[in-house]
C-alpha cells in the first residue's frame, strides 16, 4: 500500500454470507488522513444458496455538526447538480439549503434513470455544514444508485442505497458500489464554496484519475470526422492540417466506420453497431483504417482515436449471430443486446476483439459511447428471483475489462462518453476522462451556444 493511503477492513459471516467493509484512509504529504472510500463485499462462504439480500445501504453515516456551529444560527446547505439529458440545463448546479427547522424539505433524495449513473442528477453532492466546513460526497457506481439525506439532533444522515434483493450461490461473491467522502475547510467563508469545489478536483485529479508514466491523464486535442466518409474526405482534411499548421493530440473517426450487418436497407450508426472491424466498402482490405491512422499521424497528428460502442450489438450483427449466449437480450428489443460482461468468456471475446483494432490503428484513444438504458435487459436475464445481481456483476466485469486494456496498453486514454454525460461518476474516471463530448446537447438542432459553453 503507498505511503499515502491506509486500508483497513473488517469482516462478520451471518448464516454463511461473509460481509466485508473496506475503508481506504487518502493521505497528504504531511500524513493528515484526506479523504475516506468505502468499499463492501459479499461471499457465500456456506454450501447452499445464501438468504436474500436486500436493502443494500452502500454508505450510512451520520456527518456531525461542526464544532464550531455549537449555539450558532446554523444555515447549511447540500450542494449538487442536474446530470446529462441533452438539454440546456444538463450539469446545473442546484443548491437545497435549509435551516435546523426546516424538517418539511426532508427527506431529500436524489436517484437515477436509465440505469446510468449520471443521467439525471450528478452522484456528487457537497454538504457544507458551517460556513467554512462541509463533506463532498461522491457515489462510485456507473448504474443506479440513490441517496437520501436527512437531519438529525447530531448532524446530517446520509445514505447512499442501491436497490436490489438476491442470493448468491455457493461460493459466489460479488462487489458493492462505494462510496468516497472528502470533508473540506477554508479560511474564510468567502472563498469556502468554489474553493471547496477545486479541492475535490485537485484531489480526482491526483487520486482518482488514471496515470500515464507516472502523471495523471490529461485532455486531449481531438480533430474528429465522421466514420463513413470517404478516403478522399479524409485527405482533403489531412490537407487542410497541412496547410494551416493545425496540430492535435489525436486525429480520429466518429461512428459509422464499420460494416452494416446483412438486410440492413439504411445502414446508419445507431442500427449498425456490434462487429468492430472497417467497412470494406469505405476502408481497402489491402490497407484498412489502419492507413486513416497513419495518413492522420503524417499529417500531424500525434495520436488517432476510434469510436466505439462495443457494450452493444444489433441482432443481425455478425457478433450477436455467431455468439447469442454472450449477449443479454429482449427478445422485443432488436438493437439493444448487451455483450454480458458479468460472464468471463463474453468479456474476453470482446476484449480480443478491440485489441485487434488497437494493435491495427495503434490506438492512442480509445472513445467509448454507451445509448440505451440497460435496466429492462437486466430485469429480463436475472436467474428468477433475484433482482440487481446482474446489474453488480455486469459493472464489476465493465471495471476489470478497463483494467485488463489499461493494464496491456499503458498508454492508452479512454475518453468516456454516454449519449453525451450520462456516465460521469468516480469510477468510471478511475479509467477514463471525458474528452469530446459532456452532453448531447450539442448534437440537439438549433442548440444554443451559451448553453453548451456554460455545460463545458
Not at 34 to 62: G, M, Y
Request: include cysteine; charge should be negative; proline fraction near 6%.
Amino acid at each position: 500500500v503507498p505511503e499515502h493511503e491506509t486500508i483497513f477492513s473488517r469482516s462478520a459471516v451471518l448464516q454463511g454470507l461473509e460481509i466485508t467493509v473496506r475503508c481506504r484512509v487518502f493521505r497528504d504529504s504531511a500524513g493528515k488522513g484526506e479523504a475516506l472510500e468505502v468499499s463492501s463485499f459479499l461471499k457465500n462462504t456456506a454450501c447452499r444458496p445464501s438468504a436474500a439480500v436486500s436493502d443494500i445501504q452502500f454508505l450510512h453515516t451520520v456527518i456531525p455538526d461542526s464544532p464550531n456551529a455549537v449555539g450558532a444560527f446554523r444555515k447549511r446547505s447540500i450542494m449538487y447538480a442536474k446530470g446529462s439529458h441533452a438539454d440546456i440545463e444538463d450539469f446545473r448546479p442546484c443548491i437545497c439549503e435549509y435551516l435546523d427547522h426546516d424538517k418539511d424539505k426532508f427527506p431529500f433524495r436524489l436517484d437515477t434513470e436509465e440505469d446510468r449513473s449520471s443521467s439525471k442528477w450528478m452522484p456528487y453532492m457537497n454538504y457544507r455544514q458551517y460556513e467554512t466546513e462541509g463533506v463532498f460526497l461522491a457515489v462510485g457506481w456507473s448504474g443506479k444508485w440513490d441517496a437520501t439525506f436527512y437531519p438529525v439532533d447530531s448532524g446530517l444522515d446520509v445514505t447512499f442505497h442501491y436497490d436490489a434483493e438476491f442470493s448468491l450461490l455457493p461460493g459466489e461473491e460479488i462487489a458493492l458500489p462505494t462510496a468516497l467522502l472528502l470533508p473540506w475547510s477554508t479560511e474564510t467563508s468567502d472563498e469556502n464554496v468554489a474553493e471547496s469545489f477545486n479541492l475535490f478536483r485537485r484531489f480526482v485529479k491526483r487520486r482518482i484519475l488514471p496515470r500515464i508514466d507516472g502523471k495523471p491523464v490529461e485532455g486531449q486535442v481531438c480533430l474528429r470526422a465522421w466514420g463513413r466518409l470517404s478516403p478522399e474526405e479524409h485527405r482533403i482534411r489531412w490537407e487542410n492540417m497541412k496547410k494551416y499548421r493545425l496540430r492535435c493530440d489525436a486525429y480520429g473517426v466518429d461512428a459509422g466506420w464499420y460494416p452494416a450487418p446483412d438486410g440492413v436497407q439504411e445502414p446508419g450508426w445507431y442500427n449498425t453497431v456490434g462487429d468492430w472491424v472497417e467497412d470494406p466498402k469505405i476502408y481497402p482490405e489491402e490497407t484498412g483504417i489502419g492507413a486513416l491512422a497513419d495518413g492522420g499521424r503524417e499529417a500531424g497528428a500525434a495520436g488517432f482515436w476510434l469510436w466505439f460502442e462495443f457494450e452493444r450489438a444489433v441482432k443481425k450483427s455478425r457478433s450477436y449471430q455467431e455468439h447469442p449466449e454472450f449477449y443479454l437480450s429482449d427478445p422485443e428489443l432488436e438493437t439493444d443486446n448487451l455483450i454480458n460482461l458479468a460472464d468471463p468468456a463474453a468479456k474476453a471475446y470482446i476484449r480480443e476483439k478491440l485489441r485487434g483494432m488497437f494493435e491495427k490503428t495503434k490506438l492512442t484513444v480509445f472513445r467509448i459511447d454507451f445509448n440505451f438504458d440497460t435496466g429492462r435487459l437486466f430485469a429480463a436475464n436475472e436467474r428468477p428471483g433475484n433482482r440487481g445481481l446482474l446489474e453488480l456483476q455486469y459493472y464489476n466485469g465493465l471495471y476489470q475489462l478497463f483494467a485488463e486494456l489499461l493494464d496491456e496498453f499503458p498508454h492508452l486514454i479512454i475518453d468516456n462518453c454516454a449519449s453525451g454525460g450520462r456516465r460521469q461518476d468516480y469510477r468510471m474516471q478511475q479509467y477514463s476522462i471525458p474528452i469530446m463530448c459532456r452532453s448531447d446537447y450539442m448534437c440537439v438542432p438549433n442548440f444554443a451556444p451559451e448553453g453548451q459553453q456554460a455545460q463545458i
